[in-house]
């Protein structure tokens, strides 16, 4: 149980296009969701956190007008990096979790490559 | 500020070897502990997890964590590791009121067949 389902696993995308990436929890109901980057040989650097039906948390740093979160349902957060440039290419990881005293769940990442 | 920090960047054992990787954590009350493994083109999954009780926790594949409270420490420990084992390890910590959990910086093992 508890899977997490991240798609697509990986983009290759010219520069300035925006990319949409789905994380869906599969067989249990997420009242969280949080989105990761991870860069080569570096830690998971949280970018945000988000709730259904609310807005989300952004962590200090991340611009939230260029990575747009969206937790419309209980299994369903998006994230959509917008005119995207070369250095927003890098590894990117959502999980989710049931509730606050629960271990986060990880998708399979997803591998974004701006040209 | 809360942090989770791991000492060892990269660890090489030969099978067989016994396994100890460091993991401590600064929060100002109560901590859940987790350790995560993400073995080559993965996902992160759960090893272990730490919420109260018995501080010697074990979880799959043979690992266990002791939490040591006098410490700060949550090490993780296998005493005899398999070249299977050869994955990036991640400890992981969120304070008991919520919150977003923090990740150390992650030790790679590599165990040599």
């Known amino acids: 149980g508890a899977v997490v389902s991240q798609h697509p696993s990986r983009v290759i995308c010219k520069s300035g296009t925006s990319v949409k990436i789905e994380c869906r929890s599969l067989?249990?109901?997420?009242?969280?969701m949080f989105w990761y980057r991870q860069f080569p040989k570096k830690s998971l650097m949280l970018m945000a956190t988000?709730?259904?039906?609310?807005?989300?948390?952004?962590e200090q740093g991340v611009e939230k007008d260029k990575f747009l979160i969206n937790h419309a349902s209980l299994t369903l957060s998006t994230l959509t990096v917008t005119s995207a440039h070369p250095e927003d290419s890098s590894f990117y990881i959502c999980?989710?979790?049931?509730?606050?005293?629960?271990?986060?769940?990880f998708g399979d990442g997803t591998r974004l490559s701006i040209l | 500020a809360q942090s989770v920090s791991q000492h060892n960047h990269h660890v090489i054992l030969s099978e067989a070897a016994s396994l100890e990787l460091g993991c401590n954590y600064s929060?100002?009350?109560?901590?859940?502990l987790f350790w995560y493994v993400q073995y080559p083109g993965q996902h992160l999954q759960l090893l272990l997890k730490?919420?109260?009780?018995?501080?010697l926790v074990k979880g799959i594949k043979g690992f266990e964590a002791e939490f040591i409270k006098s410490k700060f420490s949550f090490n993780l420990r296998k005493p005899s590791v398999q070249w299977s084992d050869t994955a990036e390890y991640f400890c992981?910590?969120?304070?008991?009121?919520?919150?977003?959990?923090?990740f150390g910086q992650g030790t790679e093992l590599s165990v040599k067949p």
């Open positions: 999980s989710a979790r049931t509730g606050m005293d629960q271990p986060q769940h």
């Open positions: 067989d249990f109901q997420a009242t969280t």
């Open positions: 988000s709730n259904e039906g609310s807005k989300a948390t952004y």
């Open positions: 929060y100002g009350g109560t901590v859940n």
């Open positions: 730490y919420f109260s009780g018995d501080p």
């Open positions: 992981a910590g969120v304070g008991n009121q919520g919150g977003k959990l923090i």
